[in-house]
């Protein structure tokens, strides 16, 4: 499909586009699909789940493959994530016993043991039989500085839309008429320890077209919902308004309002009492945190500021006497700015340090940068290893003790204890391998692009490949949203792919972080046939060096990433035998009318205007099937209650599939939020069912 269209002139680009996005929606067979509960359409996923499962669960291999990934995601020797609050490390742990979850404690030199002495603060499992209710982890912020005081945010099946209310560290229980809030997609923030600041639906229809809300109100202890005062109203055309805070252990504290204008442009508003002062900020950044009055902010955009002009991606420091004094002319100070190649991954904040993540040729790198009485800045590198993935898992404000985790295709995860003040790294804990790794090697390469562009992709295969184009391979890429994607050690992908002699390669595609600011905007609304292309590039420059072929090729992604397995299945079907497709968008005609698609007209354009809804017309998975192309059998999966990007998409693109006589798979899980489940059993069911999919397809 993409060589005929690409071989039109533009004009006929144009014209064919156009006149299948002006197609009207009632011409749409399966609209009905797009009723999420409705009984015809779950009738339909049903039937779906029973035809997929008689195939995919009835395979030989994956009882093993579900016995093994089980196995993993229920295994005790998982790290337990650490979150550095109320001076000791909260955890959130799932497994056979604990289904829905347990937030558990202990103290920091008890955490570095083999066998931490856990408390157990809230039982998700218990809560949820003693209310009757299917409660899922999603949260807790606590009040500054004592963080004895929380808002703990729980999700019906694992949802996007959330019920908080206030939980007491100390006592361990929930506060008896505390604050709180029901059901319903909102974003709050601490004020004071008595007074929370939040954006919810507080009038019927006060919600944005990408379904979240643009009204803040302050909210005081012992008020009732409508005595709320409001203190900031956006507009529906809005993607959305969120209230944060911040504050830092010298005493500073600060209140604001983030109202963002699209997906990636954000206004900045200083709270000053009941008024609201506008920051001079450039649209794309992001305003991280506070240490020792000075407020760190990632700019993503290039920002002139009169003669001078600081570059996109760079990471600056703003003095907040200062912006509270004039918010209308700011004065940066650069903490760091990337070099080619580079990028800024994220940065967080101890009590005098800023941590940050860089990417290298996306290999992962880490920085402290220090403020010294002059405010200048100096940086002390943290020693990371080479073909390395760095996350900032933990930090703490109100010391100078981090968390990092180190990890690689090849090499379990470590969690090390970071001592920002000596500059040390001491392994806290480590990941047991999970399967046998002595077998394989990783290499990185480049594939160039069709407008030349060099894109780096890693894989991971046999170290004694032979170079006959026979080994099965999987490529995975997200190419989106500016989310970088870096080695990470996944024990389900070495245990049920790699260590039976699969290869797997990740593609570095633009649309992503990896390379800054500029790699994702290469790839943004109209332009983003240069995403699609850098992975059929990387697919074909796997081929040309003998990896595989599309005989033994299969590509896989999830949300987004679902959205470019789309577009790969219609554009190029002779070079895929398995196409994986998990939670995604496929009608891009109808995207901003589904779920909170509308709030990513930032990354995709919008049908509203004409250039724009060519292009998405031109590109749109479910609306580029045709009857006379010969298309692999696709995994299409979903779930019931993702209330992000929509189990609609996936279901009709599934429909129009079996109109046409295409052979598919499809299931939705009708628990879970966008995912592949909320519960670790319906994890790996759904890895066992992809892997089982794999297996089969390209005959490993």
Sequence with gaps: MRALIFSMSLSGV??????????????????????????????????????????????????????????????KDRIPQPNLLHGAIYNFWQDAEHVHGIWRRTNLADYQTATPHWQTVIDLDALSKAENANWFWKGARCAEPSQRRCMVALSDGGEDATTLREFDLDSGQFVDGGLSFPRGKQSYAWETQDTLLAAREWTA???????????VRRIKRGASLPEATEIFRGTADDVMVTPFSLSDDTGHRAAFVRRAVSFFEYEHYLLAGNSLKKLALPLKCNVIGMLRGQLIVDVNEDWKLGGASLPEGSLIALDLAAVKADPAHLHPVTIYKPSDRQALASAE??????????????????????????????????????????????????????????????????????????????????LPAKFDASKDVVEQFQATSSDGTKIPYFIVHPAHLKMEGGTPTIIYAYGGFQSSQTPNYSADLGKLWLERGGAYVLANIRGGGEFGPAWHEAGLKTKRQRIYDDFAAVARDLIAKGFTTPAHLGIRGGSNGGLLMGVEFTQHPEMWAAVDIGVPLLDMLRFEQIAAGSSWVGEYGSVTKPDERAFLASISPYNNLKSDVHYPQAFIWTTTKDDRVGPQHARKFAAKLSSLGVPYYYYEVIEGGHGSGSTPAEHAQMAAREYAYFARKLAL
């Design 14 to 75: 144009l014209l064919f586009a156009v006149a299948a996005a002006q197609a009207p929606e009632t011409s749409d067979p399966y609209i009905w699909l797009e009723d999420v509960h409705g009984d015809r359409a779950m009738e339909w996923v049903k039937a779906e789940n029973a035809k997929t499962s008689a195939v995919l669960d009835s395979d030989a291999l994956f009882q093993k493959l579900f016995n093994d990934a089980k196995t993993i995601a229920e295994s």
């Design 205 to 215: 229809g006060e919600m944005t077209h990408s379904g979240y809300p643009y009204v």
């Design 349 to 430: 904040l101890t009590r005098n340090h800023v941590l940050v993540h860089v990417l290298d040729e996306v290999n992962g790198r880490a920085y402290s940068y220090t403020m010294d009485s002059r405010h200048r800045w100096t940086r002390a590198p943290l020693p990371i290893p080479n073909n390395a993935s760095v996350d900032l898992a933990a930090t703490d404000a109100h010391s100078d003790t981090a968390f990092v985790s180190i990890a690689g295709f090849l090499s379990p995860t470590r969690l090390m204890l970071v001592d920002l003040n000596k500059n040390t790294l001491t392994e806290a804990k480590s």
